[in-house]
């Protein structure tokens, strides 16, 4: 169990899982570029001991892998693994109360301690312009905190027990950020600290922030752990770490006594700044938008503090494992949240939010012959209703029937969807509703649609395992590649705009329906680059579901309404890069090339890669 972060680096590096880095390394992409390349490898998590520009050190990819994370956590796993069973099931402890006595005595371990006396971080004072400044991407607006603890207390309620920890990126500077007095601060819709700023806004009051920054690596996972209602974050803090979150007040913030660092500030009702570009999750730029500006009051860092830090880029990253974890100390709870809801994966590849797949049940209709999606329209309401669940653009939901199904393999999963899907049935729309307020898809900011496709019953079809013959030679459309059974690739003209397309489909859509039936093929998917989507699953999905809005993108071979339901034979998606669209991430090449120094012969990562 870690006091601090600098035990976790000493263990980490004791038993083989952390390389020291003593070359001098840049913040301004070089430190992310390093961290990419080691992740990718599979490698260790690393410690920048030289940072230009800081006197602080830096760590990173200390999550990089599920087999790290459970190594950090293997005191306090199956502690944490047990209480969050029992606030999902709290009629277990009635049943079997001898069994939950330890749960009982790890649950005691969860409650903040108030720690009376000097605060460890609070040993010097220093400013915004001492921290590592780390840019990750060439378009970046400038240096951001990857890996916060974002505190905020309810001004109607204050007190630790009524608090919010959560990970809202911090841009540092660039912009319009006046450096050492303030910085941006984005959070998105269904966020604690959303609620807590409103609540602010109507007193006419400034709200009280503290960041923190390393500490326990439970802090950092706690800061993203999607909780019970009544369980706070500060709660699974001292659960996660095997001994109580300490801390006190300072000036009337709330700071952590374990933290490397804390900087403190207050929110003013409607004062806002430019905050961003910032290289996403989604594998793109997240533009720049007003955010709320955060006004520095002082800034902390303890003797030796490390500054931890993550990449964010196309998926796998870092926090791929990051999700593995919450899975699996999770476990069960959504199927306490939603009855009936067996699984619900939010797929990594295509950038978490933008796709999920769902397994439920399908129970109303016992007595029909004819099985159709019933019950699971109802889940998928449910989903899309539920928490960051309801970012959601494309829900694929089914119920297990005769053979066990995982949606985490995908191609499985979506195979056994597309057999079963009645395209003049199961496609069901939502338009003008919220999306990600990182995908830039939509119509807007937060702004697009959504589409359930729940597939249920017998099979209906065999998918084809090459190209059909109707989908090859039609004049505009080139390079049809089969990506996995039943979804067929088309290399299609550069995107102009909505108009314009609408004609075109129109007319791909004919010729595709004049040459004949094609059953065996329900998905057709346009692409810019179809020998880039056929390349790997991978690569489908990610350009697939971040590429599209359903609303405006989902087309149909003889398609039509009928009392406002829409079918068609065969579904067309159009994932061409939109000229509203914000650009992918791409590395600069020089800083790749500069690099390479650290993995030679001889150099700290050399034997790495």
């Not at 999750?281 to 997240?286: N, R, V």
């Not at 009936?340 to 007595?367: C, M, N, Q, W």
């Not at 998606?573 to 590395?587: E, G, M, S, V, W």
Request: glycine share 8%; proline share 7%; hydrophobic share 40%.
């Amino acid at each position: 169990m870690y006091r601090n972060l600098e035990d976790c680096i000493i263990d980490l590096e004791k038993n083989g899982h952390l390389v020291r880095i003593k070359e001098e390394v840049d913040p301004y992409l070089e430190m992310a570029a390093i961290h990419m390349k080691v992740y990718e490898a599979g490698g260790p998590a690393l410690l920048f001991e030289n940072v230009k520009g800081s006197k602080f050190r830096a760590a990173s990819n200390i999550f990089g892998s599920i087999e790290r994370s459970k190594f950090i956590f293997r005191q306090t796993w199956t502690s944490v693994q047990n209480v969050m069973a029992l606030r999902n099931n709290p009629m277990s402890a009635v049943k079997h109360p001898f069994k939950n006595i330890g749960n009982g005595l790890a649950a005691f371990k969860a409650l903040p301690l108030k720690k009376y006396g000097n605060l460890p971080v609070t040993a010097q004072e220093i400013q915004i312009s001492d921290l590592p400044l780390i840019q990750h991407w060439p378009m970046d607006g400038g240096a951001f905190v990857t890996l916060p603890q974002v505190y905020t207390e309810d001004p109607d309620n204050p007190g630790i027990m009524n608090s919010n920890l959560g990970m809202y990126r911090i841009q540092l500077s660039g912009n319009e950020y006046e450096m050492n007095k303030d910085i941006g601060l984005h959070y998105q819709i269904h966020r604690g600290i959303g609620v807590h700023q409103e609540k602010a806004n109507k007193l006419g009051a400034p709200l009280k922030v503290s960041i923190f920054v390393g500490g326990p690596p439970a802090h950092t996972l706690a800061a993203v752990m999607p909780l019970p209602e009544g369980l706070t974050e500060m709660t699974i803090a001292g659960l996660l770490a095997g001994r109580n979150f300490r801390y006190n007040y300072v000036d009337g913030y709330c700071i952590s006594s374990d933290a490397d660092f804390v900087i403190t500030g207050e929110i003013h009702p409607g004062d806002t700044k430019p905050e961003g570009p910032f290289g996403d999750h989604l594998g793109y730029y997240s533009l720049t938008h007003p955010f709320p500006v955060m006004k520095v009051h002082r800034v902390y860092a303890k003797p030796n503090a490390i500054w931890p830090f993550t990449v964010v880029g196309r998926p796998p990253q870092e926090d791929t494992a990051f999700g593995e974890l919450i899975h699996e100390l999770t476990g069960d709870a959504i199927k306490q949240e939603i009855p009936g809801v067996k699984e619900v994966h939010a797929v990594d590849a295509a950038g978490v939010h933008p796709l999920l797949f769902a397994i439920g049940s399908e129970r109303y209709t016992p007595y029909q012959k004819v099985k159709q999606p019933a019950e699971l329209l109802t889940l998928a309401n449910r989903i899309l209703g539920t928490g960051q669940l309801s970012l959601a653009k494309y829900l694929f939901i089914t119920a297990e029937e005769d053979q066990p199904i995982d949606s985490h393999h995908e191609v499985n999963f979506l195979t056994y969807i597309l057999e079963r899907l009645d395209l003049h049935r199961d496609i069901h729309f939502y338009t003008n509703t919220t999306i990600d307020t990182l995908d830039y898809s939509g119509t807007g900011i937060n702004s697009g649609s959504k589409v359930v496709i729940a597939a249920y019953g017998d099979k209906k079809r065999e998918l084809c395992t090459e190209v059909p013959a109707e989908l090859k030679d039609i004049r505009g459309y080139e390079n049809a590649r089969l990506v996995m059974p039943g979804v067929v690739i088309l290399q299609a003209p550069k995107f102009t705009n909505y108009a314009e397309v609408a004609q075109e489909l129109a007319g791909l859509s004919k010729a595709i329906h004049e040459k004949g039936a094609i059953p065996s093929c329900p998905m057709i998917v346009l692409c810019d680059d179809s020998s880039f989507m056929s390349a790997t699953i991978s690569n489908f999905l990610w350009a697939t579901f971040t590429r599209s809005n359903p609303s405006h993108d989902i087309y149909g071979v003889n398609s039509y309404y009928e009392n406002k339901h829409w079918g068609c034979d065969n579904l067309i998606i159009d994932a061409r890069t939109k000229p509203h669209q914000a650009p992918p991430l791409i590395a600069d090449p020089k800083v790749e090339k500069n690099i390479e120094r650290l993995f030679v012969k001889g150099a700290s990562l050399g034997g790495i890669i």
